[in-house]
């Protein structure tokens, strides 16, 4: 695992993103294509949106899985995660295969059907971040670190549903689902490189948490530092409680 701090997230968001449009680029010339797995959150938006500028790349070679979105909720709501994904790299870039999770739909089917194509074949890129409960994806503490499932049905915690009212998406909790559809951890570290982006003050406790303390359940994002090839992308605020000695080396 490799830690590198920025002084903002604009700047974090560039290099991020440069650090993945030439993960893309390598494995189209390599095999023809680049199977790759976004996140949707505010976190992401310097990212995405600089990814989406990127020359040189393919998108037609692009095959694009979504990490995880509410049950019952539908696309046009705010807080979708499916609409995030549309809007801000789908529709911009002209991806044409892609798999969405729909949250309106029969969960178990979307789980099968979803779960089916992505464990297909190889993923070489995963873009995550990290919860402010150390959630990976809407796997929420304690996460299962076992489970071989691609993707999974699972409830999500009152810290969890508390951060998307703290986003904007909902007015208040009670209107946050509570119930997720999930790409499972362990699906997540199949993914031969893996990029977490993850700025601002209100993630510095759990990124503290997930890489000085024990990989752990209880700190599902931890499990990363356990990936051979993975980039902790944080901007100065995001990195701000971490040890001297991991900013230093960052």
Same mark, same amino acid.
């Given at each position: 695992?490799?830690?590198?701090?920025?002084?903002?997230?604009?700047?974090?968001?560039?290099?991020? +993103?440069?650090? #993945? *449009? $030439?993960?893309?680029?390598? &494995?189209?010339?390599?095999? !023809?294509?680049?199977?790759?797995? @976004?996140?949707?959150?505010?976190?992401?938006?310097?990212?995405?949106?600089?990814?989406?500028?990127?020359?040189?790349?393919?998108?037609?070679?692009?095959?694009?899985?979504?990490?995880?979105?509410?049950?019952?909720?539908?696309?046009?709501?705010?807080?979708?995660?499916?609409?995030?994904?549309?809007?801000?790299?789908?529709?911009?870039?002209?991806?044409?295969?892609?798999?969405?999770?729909?949250?309106?739909?029969?969960?178990?089917?979307?789980?099968?059907?979803?779960? +089916?194509?992505? #464990? *297909? $074949?190889?993923?070489?890129? &995963?873009?995550?971040?990290? !919860?402010?409960?150390?959630?990976? @994806?809407?796997?929420?503490?304690?996460?299962?670190?076992?489970?071989?499932?691609?993707?999974?049905?699972?409830?999500?915690?009152?810290?969890?549903?508390?951060?998307?009212?703290?986003?904007?998406?909902?007015?208040?909790?009670?209107?946050?689902?509570?119930?997720?559809?999930?790409?499972?951890?362990?699906?997540?570290?199949?993914?031969?490189?893996?990029?977490?982006?993850?700025?601002?003050?209100?993630?510095?406790?759990?990124?503290?948490?997930?890489?000085?303390?024990?990989?752990?359940?209880?700190?599902?994002?931890?499990?990363?530092?356990?990936?051979?090839?993975?980039?902790?992308?944080?901007?100065?605020?995001?990195?701000?409680?971490?040890?001297?000695?991991?900013?230093?080396?960052?």
């Amino acid at each position: 695992m490799v830690l590198k701090v920025f002084s903002d997230k604009v700047s974090l968001g560039k290099a991020a +993103a440069e650090h #993945a *449009s $030439a993960a893309i680029r390598s &494995a189209i010339q390599d095999h !023809g294509q680049a199977r790759v797995i @976004a996140a949707t959150a505010a976190s992401q938006f310097e990212f995405l949106d600089t990814l989406t500028k990127a020359g040189n790349i393919d998108w037609q070679r692009v095959e694009l899985f979504h990490l995880d979105e509410y049950i019952g909720l539908p696309v046009t709501h705010p807080g979708s995660f499916r609409k995030m994904l549309l809007e801000q790299l789908v529709q911009k870039t002209g991806i044409t295969k892609y798999h969405l999770l729909d949250g309106d739909a029969d969960p178990a089917e979307v789980v099968s059907r979803v779960g +089916a194509a992505v #464990a *297909s $074949a190889p993923v070489d890129v &995963a873009f995550v971040g990290i !919860g402010e409960n150390g959630h990976l @994806a809407f796997n929420d503490p304690p996460a299962d670190f076992e489970t071989t499932e691609p993707y999974l049905i699972v409830n999500l915690d009152e810290a969890c549903r508390r951060q998307q009212v703290g986003e904007a998406w909902f007015a208040d909790i009670s209107q946050v689902p509570t119930r997720a559809i999930s790409m499972s951890v362990l699906q997540n570290l199949k993914s031969k490189e893996i990029l977490a982006v993850v700025p601002d003050s209100r993630k510095a406790q759990a990124v503290k948490a997930c890489f000085e303390g024990e990989v752990s359940p209880m700190l599902p994002a931890s499990i990363l530092r356990n990936h051979p090839n993975t980039t902790i992308y944080l901007d100065k605020n995001s990195a701000a409680l971490l040890s001297a000695a991991l900013q230093t080396s960052a």
